[in-house]
């Protein structure tokens, strides 16, 4: 009964590189979301996804930031040219369809030196 | 778009003592309202939940009142233990895909 799984769960990348992080939704969720949450803040919707389909990401930055949740495999988030301020815990939910609970990842926490 | 206020942010009681985190909310549009556990370095995991169509729910040591008229939502916790020490998220969501979510109460169970 594996639940909603991230990784890496730790991810360190200098200044410029690029951060690819990955979701696998519980068993029978097609529908994933990605947050991010900055220190001692709350969680703060990116984008949902459905398999192939983006759905709303009404709280992605328009640059750098990229999200997709192919036919087959996970969901990644690619931040592309990371810089300091990038620095966060990125979480991942899934659930069964819209409307629907969303169960949490454990999260990736990115640091960017 | 949708503004969650959580209070308090902190919250140190006794044990055994109840807990209570309040939250309040801008969309009237706004019909479903989880309640998520967070520990330190975890995801956060889902307590309880309610929808707009019901007042109160309970689980147990857990429960969770809404009042629509005054868009507030609240989580109480009786019978505190050391293990619900941890911060608490309220969140609320009108299309069930966004959650918007409050700024997190730190609770303290002091054995």
């Known amino acids: 009964n594996a639940g909603v799984m991230q990784n890496p769960r730790h991810l360190v990348r200098r200044r410029g590189q690029e951060a690819r992080l990955r979701c696998s939704p519980m068993?029978?969720?097609?529908?994933v979301y990605w947050y991010r949450q900055l220190p001692e803040e709350g969680l703060k919707f990116m984008v949902y996804?459905?398999?192939?389909?983006?759905?709303?990401e009404s709280g992605m930055p328009k640059e750098r930031f990229s999200a997709e949740f192919p036919k087959e495999g996970p969901s990644i988030l690619r931040i592309q040219q990371v810089v300091r301020g990038d620095s966060a815990a990125y979480f991942c939910?899934?659930?069964?369809?819209?409307?629907?609970?969303?169960?949490f990842g454990p999260g990736t926490r990115l640091l960017v030196l | 778009g949708e503004n969650v206020e959580q209070h308090p942010s902190t919250l140190s009681v006794q044990e055994g003592d109840s807990a209570v985190i309040k939250c309040t909310y801008s969309?009237?549009?706004?019909?479903?309202f989880p309640w998520y556990k967070q520990e330190l370095g975890k995801g956060p995991q889902l307590i309880i939940d309610?929808?707009?169509?019901?007042g109160e729910k309970k689980d147990q040591r857990i429960a969770v009142t809404l009042n629509k008229t005054a868009k507030h939502f609240s989580l109480h916790i009786t019978e505190t233990q050391p293990e619900d020490s941890a911060v608490y998220f309220c969140?609320?969501?009108?299309?069930?895909?966004?959650?918007?979510f409050g700024t997190g109460t730190s609770l303290t169970v002091i054995p």
């Open positions: 939910a899934s659930s069964p369809g819209p409307d629907r609970t969303q169960y």
């Open positions: 068993k029978g969720h097609s529908h």
């Open positions: 996804l459905q398999k192939e389909n983006i759905i709303d």
């Open positions: 969309d009237s549009a706004s019909n479903y």
């Open positions: 309610i929808r707009s169509n019901v």
């Open positions: 969140a609320a969501s009108t299309s069930g895909n966004q959650f918007y």
